[in-house]
Each structure stands twice: as structure tokens, then as C-alpha cells.
């Protein structure tokens, strides 16, 4: 059989971006990038906010899309799946002046931390939502073969109904880490974080889960931080060797729905998500 769309672009990024790096095409920050949209700031942490008039519902949804750069027409697609959502988390989101354009539309603040910058834009995952989180953190991890990083964001919103802060993991993982150790230690960052928190937690996005030692990898891992899949039904999720890409994972929240849609825009289509707050009375 020929090789799969995805495997395809996953090659053909993987022999290109080490001559880009070389070339100067592509850059990478020797510090963490964050950006709230305006200027992008040398710091692993902020803290925009503790305006407790900032939280999300108590019954809210989440929108989690690997959006490829925007390079197809993802305006269109967006602005028919985004009205229902409180939480955008996108990977692969490049600071284009159209996507900013798009967000300040829909009164959306938003923040990304630049895995790479390529032709002076950042490139990396992005997560935004009507009110400011009270803290945003950004990592990176390098690819063991392209040396291109990854990012991760992780993002603190006070919740109605709960007691503490719901942490929000936006992820694009590891692509080519062949054995696993490399996406085991993004996995392990993501722990960091989130093994001792006491809030409810959302770690989403493109968790490139490929092959079985991946799929181990990620449940014993889901299995050790009491983390539960959201799997839709019917499952429209882009798909490699017959295991999904994409992921939502929650604990401390009640599961209210999830569907997968399918896109033209991108090689990966969206996951939507709605949850509850435990011991919240509104549906």
C-alpha cells in the first residue's frame, strides 16, 4: 500500500527541517516564547489575571484542533464549529495577522508559546478563550530526528462551580521518537504539572499516537495521572495505522458529550468537547 497522507508529510517535514534550521529559514528560540497576541515575551510563565470575574461556565466546551498552519480555508470551517465553544486550543497555529484578525473578532484572548518561528511568524500551539486565564506556562521539547521542537501551553481558568482552577494542557506531541523516550518525556512534563493538582484538568491536541508502543505509552500514562478519554461516537478522528491522533483527556470534570468532526482545511479534523463542573446543578 502507499504510504498514508500523513506519513507523507510526516517524511517529508522530517527531511526537510533540518536543512531549513540550516539554511536559516526556520529559527529556533534559544528561551521560551510566550505571546498574548501583541508582543511575544521571553519568560516560561505569566500571569495575566486573577480577576475571579474572568471564569469559564460551569458548563462549558472546548474545541481542540490541529489546524495545519492555516493553510487551507479554515476561517470557514472554524466559524461553523466555534460558536458553542469557550475553550480554542489549536496546533500548529501560525501568528498570521488572519488568525489574530480572526480571534479579536470574536472577542477571544489568546495566548501561544513559538515552538519555531518560520518566516518571522511563531509557529506552536495556541489556546484561547472569551476571559484571561490567571496563569499560562510554555514548554518545548525537541524532536529527536528533525531537532525541531514541539510546544505544550498550559493555562489556569477559574471554573464556576468548583473549588479550584481548571488546568487546561493544550499538547502537540512528539512526532518521530521511534523507541518512545522522547514522547515519554513530554509525557512527563505534562506530570510535572499535573500529578499533585488537586483541580480538574483537560490535557488535549495532537498527541501523535501512531503506533502501539505509543498507544501503551500514553494509557499507562492516562492510567497513572486518573486521566479518562473522551471518545467520540461516531469517531470521524484522522487516523495512522488504525489508532487516532487526536485526544481529549479530562479527570475532576463530568462528561456532558464529544464529536469528532471532519475537515477539508487540514489533515486532522476537530475534536468538541462539553463538560460540567462536579456538583454543578446547571446542565
Wanted: net charge negative; aromatic share 10%.
Amino acid at each position: 500500500m502507499p504510504p498514508s497522507p500523513v506519513l507523507k508529510s510526516g517524511l517529508l517535514a522530517s527531511a526537510l527541517l533540518p536543512a531549513l534550521l540550516l539554511s536559516g529559514c526556520i529559527e529556533v528560540p534559544k528561551t521560551v516564547l510566550l505571546s498574548d497576541g501583541f508582543e511575544p515575551v521571553a519568560a516560561a510563565c505569566l500571569f495575566p489575571s486573577m480577576d475571579s470575574s474572568q471564569s469559564l461556565p460551569s458548563s462549558f466546551s472546548l474545541l481542540s484542533w490541529n489546524i495545519y498552519k492555516q493553510q487551507g480555508d479554515w476561517q470557514a470551517e472554524l466559524n461553523r464549529w466555534i460558536d458553542d465553544s469557550d475553550l480554542l486550543l489549536l496546533q500548529e497555529a501560525q501568528s498570521s495577522d488572519e488568525l489574530y484578525g480572526w480571534l479579536q473578532v470574536r472577542d477571544y484572548r489568546w495566548f501561544q508559546v513559538a515552538a519555531f518561528t518560520w518566516q518571522q511568524q511563531a509557529n506552536g500551539v495556541l489556546t484561547a478563550s472569551p476571559g484571561l486565564p490567571t496563569r499560562v506556562c510554555g514548554q518545548r521539547i525537541r524532536e529527536p530526528a528533525t531537532r525541531i521542537p514541539k510546544s505544550l501551553l498550559f493555562g489556569y481558568y477559574s471554573l464556576e462551580g468548583a473549588d479550584e482552577q481548571l488546568l487546561v494542557v493544550n499538547l502537540h506531541a512528539v512526532n518521530f521518537s521511534l523507541r518512545g523516550r522522547t514522547y515519554q518525556q513530554q509525557l512527563d512534563h505534562i506530570s510535572g504539572f499535573i500529578e499533585h493538582y488537586g483541580g480538574p484538568v483537560i490535557v488535549a491536541g495532537d498527541f501523535n499516537r501512531w503506533n502501539p508502543r505509543r498507544v501503551g505509552l500514553l494509557q499507562r500514562w492516562a492510567e497513572r495521572e486518573q486521566l479518562t478519554e473522551a471518545v467520540p461516537v461516531p469517531d470521524h478522528r484522522t487516523r495512522f495505522a488504525g489508532y487516532p491522533l487526536d485526544a481529549v483527556f479530562y479527570r475532576g470534570l463530568e462528561l456532558n458529550g464529544v464529536q469528532s468532526m471532519r475537515s477539508q482545511a487540514s489533515d486532522h479534523g476537530p475534536l468538541q468537547v462539553s463538560f460540567r463542573a462536579k456538583g454543578s446543578d446547571k446542565p
